[in-house]
């Protein structure tokens, strides 16, 4: 429901104020979030039979080819954890990675959400586009995080199969 009635430059003009600032304020609050909330096993980040491990994503939509375009918000803004690129694969590593994951796909779900605000001061119709624009910018974000995250949670999974055989193996040893 329109509100303010401004001029069209003023209406542009707000567009590219309130959209960063509304992509910051999303993760500034999945910044803050526990990391307790953000795990592989809550119902919104675990991959469905449907995403085949993720590879739908790139069945679909090439996301291979692509997805290094993509920025790292959270290097960008905290410039603590690269997703990009790897320091190590350790168990620890691979856990933080699962974890920021989470917190990117959220942040870009919450990003989504109040391209309705803009109906505030924009025509009618004007909301559509913004709907438009914020799946169109958060999306490939989402996808990236749900083709990444399975592909890291196997990587792990052996890994830590492969850790338990060992201490297995020097157990028996010993014994």
Not at 98 to 108: I, M, Q
Not at 152 to 168: A, G, M, P, W
Request: with cysteine; proline share 3%.
């Amino acid at each position: 429901m329109r509100i303010l009635y401004l001029s069209s430059d003023w209406t542009i003009g707000l567009f590219f104020i309130i959209w960063p600032i509304l992509q910051f304020a999303a993760f500034a609050i999945a910044s803050r979030l526990f990391d307790r909330y953000l795990t592989t096993e809550s119902s919104l980040f675990k991959s469905g039979k449907w995403e085949q491990g993720g590879e739908i994503y790139n069945k679909l939509f090439k996301i291979r080819s692509w997805k290094g375009y993509l920025p790292d918000g959270g290097t960008i803004v905290r410039k603590d954890f690269n997703k990009k690129k790897l320091q190590s694969f350790s168990g620890a590593q691979l856990d933080r990675f699962l974890n920021e994951s989470c917190r990117a796909e959220l942040s870009h779900w919450i990003a989504i959400a109040p391209f309705w605000v803009f109906g505030l001061f924009a025509p009618a119709k004007a909301i559509f586009y913004m709907l438009i624009y914020a799946l169109a910018v958060n999306l490939p974000c989402i996808m990236a995080q749900r083709y990444n995250r399975p592909r890291v949670i196997r990587l792990l999974t052996k890994k830590r199969q492969k850790q338990d055989i060992i201490e297995n193996a020097s157990v028996t040893r010993r014994g």
